[in-house]
């Protein structure tokens, strides 16, 4: 019997009934957990991972271990008939698909690649396009899956830092949930975002002197003292940044120009403030222009193409990257 036909059997005989909970995780909990990582949109990858989890079927291996289930180790085609067909009561899912409901999990890790070998599942595919070629979660993530609810997002923190591609996942998570408050598209919600994540992010080390935030004094005290504890002076001739931060260590200063409408770092910019740093001594400036959107940075510069050579470019909406404008 072809393996289509011999799940829509179980089901079936199951009464199209489907676990809410299997090793005591419900989708809604996958989904939290692939939420903190970027991934909770994917429904065709959350029921996969219901699919790994399920330690209730028999496995679907003619020759798979005694006692074996489903969450030993699965093909490609057990997962995609398992989601398609037992939890959902249709057709499989396209293998062709598998790219969205396996491989973004694979890729950080989540997702181990095993083989059914003489019996025994092993790890890796040694066999390229061999039928037996499976996957299973890996036991970090089934225990973050399982934790309480007091204790998930601190083991999922650990998990994720010791893989940078999974602490860029986590870290998109992060800032995709901070761009969704930047509904009002404000300057001074981009601006404080932009030292909020950017600058803690990529430029550690550095202490804000100064926020353009329109609100009250151009210059508060609190940025005066600052900057004369950083050796500068920042005059209303000069041109204003909208974020200006010092390293003492390097005693380098950073220009931030957050963009909603206008003010990109340019050369006039990058002159203006090399002036301030001469002046102040310092050992140098940088600059960085930072954007919503890359349809706004696409707006923006498919118009003035005005950021200036040697500066950067951030987008909060793609925010574990910064790209840097050579001329």
Request: charge should be negative; proline fraction near 4%.
């Amino acid at each position: 019997m072809a393996l289509e036909d011999r799940v829509e059997e179980l089901r079936k005989q199951r009464g199209g009934k489907v676990p809410e909970v299997l090793q005591g995780v419900t989708k809604d909990r996958i989904k939290l957990v692939l939420g903190a990582i970027d991934l909770g949109g994917n429904s065709d990858l959350i029921d996969a991972v219901f699919a790994l989890l399920d330690d209730e079927t028999p496995s679907w291996f003619a020759n798979a271990p005694k006692d074996a289930t489903i969450s030993d180790g699965a093909t490609t085609a057990h997962v995609a008939c398992h989601v398609g067909i037992l939890q959902r009561g249709g057709r499989k899912l396209d293998r062709e698909g598998r790219d969205y409901w396996l491989k973004p999990l694979r890729q950080l890790g989540g997702i181990e690649a095993i083989q059914l070998n003489d019996g025994a599942f092993i790890a890796g595919h040694p066999t390229a396009k061999s039928p037996n070629n499976s996957y299973r979660l890996e036991e970090g993530l089934i225990a973050i899956l399982r934790a309480p609810d007091g204790d998930w997002k601190k083991m999922l923190s650990e998990w994720a830092s010791k893989d940078a591609a999974r602490e860029r996942q986590a870290f998109q998570a992060e800032m995709a949930e901070a761009a969704k408050a930047l509904v009002d598209r404000s300057h001074a919600d981009l601006i404080a975002t932009s030292v909020e994540h950017y600058a803690a992010r990529f430029l550690p080390g550095f202490q804000v002197l100064y926020i353009d935030d329109a609100d009250g004094d151009r210059i508060s005290q609190k940025e005066k003292d600052a900057m004369a504890e950083a050796g500068v002076e920042l005059t209303l001739e000069d041109a204003m940044p909208d974020a200006l931060l010092w390293n003492p260590e390097s005693d380098w200063l950073w220009v931030i120009e957050a963009v909603t409408s206008d003010g990109e770092v340019d050369l006039h910019k990058v002159n203006q403030m090399q002036k301030l740093a001469d002046r102040s001594k310092k050992a140098g400036v940088g600059f960085t222009t930072t954007y919503l959107t890359w349809k706004d940075a696409a707006a923006r510069q498919g118009k003035n193409q005005n950021v200036a050579p040697g500066t950067y470019i951030w987008i909060a909406g793609d925010p574990a990257k910064v790209l840097k404008v050579e001329g």
